[in-house]
């Protein structure tokens, strides 16, 4: 197990302050049961014996005292433990969340969408088992059966070393047979889970175009393949738990046996007594009640284990060469564009890639432009040439190796939450919530009233068509299933118009739309932009020549004309 697992794991168990009153409570609970089942035990047969009542009330109490006990105890367990780990819980999921946010975007982009759902889901949700499955019933059932085994040796030793056998017996067959049975299964459950959410996110999200080109059923299939071998390993576990579980009812049922066959001799010998006897023979089964979780908690433990692995690989422990790291904290305030935006001997490039056929595929090298404020500049070249790096380059997700400054300001220096309040970029594909079109735009700026938006739609041509679909409380659907493309990057400039970039990255404004439509959809952008900012606008298509004020064309990650 390597360093970064065990961090996780450590990180999902609650502190000793908060867990202790749950552990405290569990040994109440269990000890509350051995006691209920040896008084009674003894109170029968003694009560058999016909002695005074006086004789047999201490024990009447105990029976009394044990059975309440073991339910407030249990309860408390319950209250106490669930307590701490959901709240460890909380804190762990927000933890990936914030070692997530420095690799966003670029460093998640080859991550499917269903599978790192389930680590922060399923995986993060599966660590909580790890204190209330794992650590609590295999600390309560080591310390009860110890106990146990003591206070049977004080009565019977030759009975007490009959159940410590049995005892040592069961925990090997828990860990033995378990993981010859379940172990495998275990482990793949829960990668099995996230094919099966890749699977139902792969259908759902593309349903128009599997549709199109008559691909559901072979998608519904892959769906049906995924969700039955998750099936199959939920059953090979379940099964392997049951084995498991019956052996040690078994030997439980065997510990009893053995204690009656080499305590009786005391009783005849006169050195032990009729209640006695009965204490050490039904002892056992109350001791293999509480040892009973043991082999669930070790299948847990598997699972526990196997789904902080998978979270440890969403996440490296180093952020991937080519990102952004180490930079200044956020100040809140905006760079001044001064003079405009200036690169000097420019490279960058993806995130390290396992396939080494891609790996040069969006690099840049060498690139040196200058934009100034008000300046509209043209980026083109063919595919892979390198125009989208440059775009993430210039929005701080990618890093870089040269010169590029903000005003004079070198961007290393400047946080990128900063930097990304002078520069914002527009994507190909923007992203729109399934929210209305008023809070697909508030999100940008927060304050903005109902008159501001209405402004920037008009501006972008969107005022009569929100209009025509009931106002600011239209909803765009899905990931903008609701708009087309042109409408979608309508809506992205408005959002950035309203937060009131001074530079406005444009990255493939048009991809999606209909050729025809692209000139208008162009003219329209722009003129809603203005010229008190500066544009970097990203095509590989034919933009006129009227629009822009320079033309620079990227090949192989090298500027040939600019």
Not at 169 to 176: E, I, K, N, T
Not at 209 to 217: F, W
Not at 353 to 368: F, K, N, Q, Y
Request: charged share 20%; net charge neutral.
């Amino acid at each position: 197990m390597n360093a970064r697992v065990r961090g996780i794991l450590r990180s999902a168990m609650p502190s000793r302050r908060r867990f202790a009153p749950a552990v405290l409570s569990g040994f109440g609970t269990a000890g509350s049961a051995v006691a209920l089942l040896a008084a009674s035990a003894w109170l029968i047969a003694r009560a058999a014996e016909q002695p005074l009542v006086m004789y047999l009330s201490a024990a009447v109490v105990g029976v009394r005292a044990f059975a309440l006990s073991r339910g407030v105890f249990r309860y408390l367990e319950r209250l106490t433990g669930h307590d701490a780990a959901l709240d460890r819980l909380a804190g762990v999921r927000a933890d990936l969340v914030r070692e997530l946010v420095p690799l966003a975007p670029d460093g998640l982009a080859r991550a499917r969408r269903g599978g790192l759902l389930s680590r922060l889901v399923d995986d993060v949700e599966e660590l909580q088992n790890l204190p209330l499955r794992v650590v609590l019933p295999l600390s309560v059932a080591a310390v009860t059966a110890l106990a146990a085994v003591g206070f049977t040796a004080f009565v019977s030793w030759p009975a007490a070393l009959a159940l410590l056998g049995c005892l040592i017996v069961a925990f090997a067959v828990s860990v033995g047979l378990g993981w010859a049975a379940g172990s495998r299964a275990e482990r793949s459950i829960a990668p099995l889970r996230a094919a099966v959410a890749d699977a139902v996110h792969d259908l759902l999200t593309n349903l128009d175009v599997l549709t199109a080109y008559g691909a559901v059923d072979a998608a519904r299939e892959r769906v049906r393949l995924a969700d039955a071998a998750l099936r199959r390993a939920v059953v090979r576990r379940g099964t392997a738990q049951g084995l498991t579980s019956g052996t040690v009812s078994v030997l439980a049922g065997l510990a009893s046996l053995l204690a009656l066959v080499v305590a009786a001799p005391a009783v005849t010998g006169g050195t032990l007594s009729g209640p006695g006897l009965a204490v050490v023979v039904l002892l056992p089964m109350a001791v293999f009640e509480v040892f009973g979780p043991v082999p669930l908690a070790l299948a847990s433990w598997r699972q526990v284990r196997a789904a902080a692995e998978r979270i440890a690989a969403a996440v490296p422990a180093e952020i991937p060469d080519g990102l952004p790291r180490d930079e200044p904290a956020p100040t809140g305030i905006a760079p001044t564009l001064g003079s405009g935006i200036e690169l000097r001997d420019l490279d960058a490039h993806w995130p390290a890639r396992s396939d080494a056929a891609l790996e040069d595929t969006g690099r840049i090298t060498d690139v040196t432009l200058r934009v100034g404020p008000g300046e509209r500049v043209l980026v083109t070249g063919p595919s892979g040439a390198g125009k989208t790096t440059l775009a993430h380059v210039l929005a701080r997700f990618l890093d870089y190796g040269g010169s590029f400054t903000v005003g004079g300001i070198e961007a290393h220096s400047l946080s990128g939450d900063d930097l990304r309040r002078t520069i914002g970029l527009v994507e190909q594909s923007p992203f729109l919530f399934d929210e209305s079109v008023r809070q697909n735009l508030l999100f940008a700026r927060d304050d903005a009233t109902d008159d501001d938006v209405r402004a920037v739609l008009a501006r972008v041509g969107l005022d009569a068509w929100v209009a025509e679909r009931g106002g600011l409380d239209a909803r765009v659907g899905d990931r903008g299933a609701l708009v087309s493309g042109g409408q979608a990057q309508r809506l992205a400039l408005a959002r950035a118009l309203l937060r009131d970039f001074p530079v406005l990255v444009l990255d493939e404004p048009t991809a999606g739309v209909d050729p025809a439509a692209s000139d208008v959809l162009l003219r329209d952008l722009l003129g809603a932009v203005g010229r008190d900012r500066a544009v970097l606008l990203v095509s590989h298509v034919d933009v006129p020549t009227e629009l822009v004020d320079r033309v620079v064309r990227l090949e192989d990650g090298r500027v040939l004309v600019g």
